[in-house]
């Protein structure tokens, strides 16, 4: 069920069932000559609707960008600080917590966001624990990546092999082309991609990977490795979320 399209009452109804929620959250970065500006943003999002499908979940509202500063050379990438996301992670999280969702399940599109992400749980532990005693409740957050999972793994590495790349990678390509087939972009990709050499500032990122991808030929992409990935990843994550509720 997706949080955007319920009704309050159902919310209500669903909570007295399930606590647990999936987040999903990406962002709005370049990704290359054919890669949409949504991607990171677009391949959790369609994932989380999946997952909340196979698993009988609510879906939040995507966070939809992201911590993507080394992009902002490229037209149309927009970034949060790390300070903002930290901020708009903890207000998401209380706010429904504050209904009895008390299991977080964030499931992520964009490698760039972990840390903070991970920055952003300690700081809603560290407003829990600082609370009396009585006021406390339970409360869980975890990270999954889609890309993460074994399956999907697995089939990136059949299908592209060293060609998956680590910035607009074939297989999140893919994953959109099969989400938003009439967004498909034909582009012409001169010469392979510039070979991973760090990340810095953006005009520095411009200079090391002038087209944006880093190390991925997603000429490759196609929409039917998008619906294999999309199958995969949520074969994979519906065990990890069952067991992400029942734990401790
Ligand atoms: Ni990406």
Redesign the pocket.
């Known amino acids: 069920m997706q949080l955007q399209l319920a009704t309050w009452q159902e919310v209500e109804r669903y909570l007295a069932s399930s606590t647990g929620i999936i987040m999903p959250i990406g962002s709005a970065e370049q990704?290359g000559p054919n890669g949409l500006i949504g991607?990171?943003a677009v391949c959790p999002e369609i994932i989380a609707r999946g997952l909340g499908l196979a698993t009988d979940a609510m879906v939040a509202p995507t966070i939809s960008v992201g911590i993507a500063q080394h992009h902002l050379g490229f037209a149309g990438s927009m970034c949060l600080r790390p300070s903002t996301m930290i901020q708009l992670i903890r207000d998401y999280v209380v706010s429904l917590a504050r209904h009895g969702f008390d299991r977080f399940f964030f499931l992520n599109?964009?490698g760039g966001n972990i840390a903070t992400v991970e920055a952003a749980f300690a700081e809603i532990h560290s407003e829990v624990s600082m609370l009396t005693r009585e006021a406390k409740r339970p409360l869980r957050c975890t990270l999954s990546n889609w890309w993460d999972s074994k399956g999907v793994k697995a089939i990136s590495r059949e299908l592209y092999g060293d060609d998956e790349g680590q910035?607009?990678t074939c297989s999140?390509v893919s994953v959109t082309q099969y989400a938003y087939p009439e967004a498909i972009k034909n582009a012409n990709f001169e010469g392979r991609a510039a070979a991973y050499s760090g990340i810095h500032d953006a005009d520095d990122y411009r200079r090391r990977y002038p087209d944006g991808r880093i190390g991925s030929l997603p000429s490759l992409s196609t929409p039917e490795a998008g619906k294999q990935l999309y199958e995969a990843s949520i074969a994979d994550l519906g065990e990890t979320y069952r067991d992400f509720l029942s734990s401790a």
Request: hydrophobic share 10%; net charge negative; charged share 25%.
């Open positions: 990704h991607t990171d599109g964009h910035h607009a999140e």
